[in-house]
């Protein structure tokens, strides 16, 4: 049963990246089409767009894997719990293999800022839950939607954005982008490290 609602989760996501994806793309002329289709390009972009929507279903489902968890303060595994960083960081590390920093407002700063209306499956969303910018994480699954693991005695669990809490509280949606979110996330290594010496 429980692969089954995994499995309609991650159609469900598919389809809203089509639909995101459909509804964006600029019209293109035929002497555009044709300029891209010979210098191989149409194909190469296909491609690219075809990995993006596949990561970020992936990301999704994985996500929803861990709906149950408890919260734990400082978690970042399964075996002890999330906090809400802790979850995304390992959702991006075991999805992607990419690591993003520790924090809430570290990943906020490692992340690329888009409109709330350009959201897609695998994006973040950030929400000022302690009176100060980005204090809490989640992952965007679609339709209005994201996952995370929300504060103590509760557990990892998917909410609407549209509730009343979270839309009044709602600071802001990043896109990971590899290239940044990888040198940000050395960086707040390097500076942890310089820490600990002290």
């Known amino acids: 049963m429980r692969f089954q609602q995994l499995l309609c989760l991650a159609c469900a996501a598919c389809l809203v990246l089509a639909s995101t994806a459909s509804r964006s793309a600029p019209a293109r002329s035929d002497d555009l089409d044709n300029f891209l289709a010979d ?3 149409l194909t190469q972009i296909d491609q690219v767009r075809q990995t993006v929507s596949v990561k970020a279903s992936e990301l999704v489902v994985n ?6 968890v408890p919260y734990k303060r400082g978690g970042s595994t399964v075996e002890t719990g999330f906090d809400c960083s802790g979850f995304v960081r390992a959702i991006y590390a075991q999805t992607i ?3 993003l920093p520790r924090s809430a407002a570290q990943q906020a700063a490692a992340t690329q800022n888009i409109d709330k209306k350009d959201l ?5 969303v950030f929400f000022n839950t302690m009176r100060r910018a980005f204090s809490h994480v989640g992952i965007y699954v679609g339709d209005g939607k994201f996952i995370h693991s929300p504060k103590p005695g509760a557990e ?3 909410e609407s954005m549209g509730a009343a809490y ?8 990043r896109r990971v982008d590899a290239e940044a979110g990888a040198n940000a ?4 290594q390097t500076q942890q490290a310089s820490s600990s010496r002290r």
Request: proline residues 3%.
């Open 39 to 41: 210098k191989g390009l």
């Open 185 to 188: 996330a050395a960086a707040a």
């Open 63 to 68: 996500a929803m894997g861990f709906l149950g």
């Open 97 to 99: 293999g990419m690591v």
């Open 156 to 158: 990892v669990r998917v």
């Open 166 to 173: 979270w839309n009044r509280r709602f600071d802001g949606a």
């Open 120 to 124: 897609a499956p695998g994006d973040l």
